[in-house]
Antibody, heavy 120, light 111 residues
Framework: EVQLVESGGGLVQPGGSLRLSCAAS????????MSWVRQPPGKGLEWVSA????????YYADSVKGRFTISRDNSKNTLYLQMNSLRADDTAVYYC?????????????WGQGTQVTVSS | QSALTQPASVSGSPGQSITISCTGT?????????VSWYQQHPGKAPKLMIY???NRPSGVSNRFSGSKSGNTASLTISGLQAEDESDYYC???????????FGGGTKLTVL
């Protein structure tokens, strides 16, 4: 059974940083691209970032480019999202997901999400 | 880049069929067969229902089907059931720098 468990969310001040983690199990982690998708309170889904199975290619939404960094440790079956220069509009539930394709364009199985709140 | 366009809400009675549209451009929905549909119940994670326009993942009911014409993709749910009441989101690969776009979401009400 695929399991994706996000952690690392919390309350942070504007301009601050957080690192999210996603622990994966139940599938061959290194084969699959991984994604982060977020959902602001009461709003729709927004794709954030993706990384190929090898970690060799990364992709970012324009809204987070230059502030967020996606990475993975295939030896630990763990995905990360380093978030810097956080703004109020980054407040959201952040989900990690594996993908059907190595390009990270089709999130398949999703975790339960971790809440990130940016507020002073 | 703007999100894909979905109706805010649709409704139907049990047993009926409904269709949710998802309109984009030739740079996303119209240009590639990488359209997906997700179901999300309140407080829960999204669940993939359709990928690559019309493919169903294992375990998804065949009451759910997808199609595409031009720049508009569609999700059809036949034989509506109370448990289908949920939010539905489309997504698509985009050749723009953003890589993936989601629609704004559609709330399905089963009357």
């Amino acid at each position: 059974e695929v399991q994706l468990v996000e952690s690392g969310g919390g309350l942070v001040q504007p301009g601050g940083s957080l690192r999210l983690s996603c622990a994966a199990s139940g599938f061959t982690f290194s084969v699959y691209a991984m994604s982060w998708v977020r959902q602001p309170p009461g709003k729709g889904l927004e794709w954030v970032s993706a990384i190929t199975g090898s970690g060799g290619r990364t992709y970012y939404a324009d809204s987070v480019k230059g502030r967020f960094t996606i990475s993975r440790d295939n030896s630990k079956n763990t995905l990360y999202l380093q978030m810097n220069s956080l703004r109020a509009d980054d407040t959201a539930v952040y989900y990690c997901a594996n993908n059907y394709y190595d390009s990270g364009i089709t999130p398949k199985d999703w975790g339960q999400g971790t809440q990130v709140t940016v507020s002073s | 880049q703007s999100a894909l366009t979905q109706p805010a809400s649709v409704s139907g009675s049990p047993g009926q069929s409904i269709t949710i549209s998802c309109t984009g451009t030739s740079s996303d929905v119209g240009g590639y067969d990488y359209v997906s549909w997700y179901q999300q119940h309140p407080g829960k994670a999204p669940k993939l229902m359709i990928y690559d326009v019309s493919n169903r993942p294992s375990g998804v009911s065949n009451r759910f089907s997808g199609s595409k014409s031009g720049n508009t993709a569609s999700l059809t749910i036949s034989g509506l059931q109370a448990e289908d009441e949920s939010d539905y989101y489309c997504s698509s690969y985009t050749s723009s720098s953003t890589h993936v776009l989601f629609g704004g979401g559609t709330k399905l009400t089963v009357l």
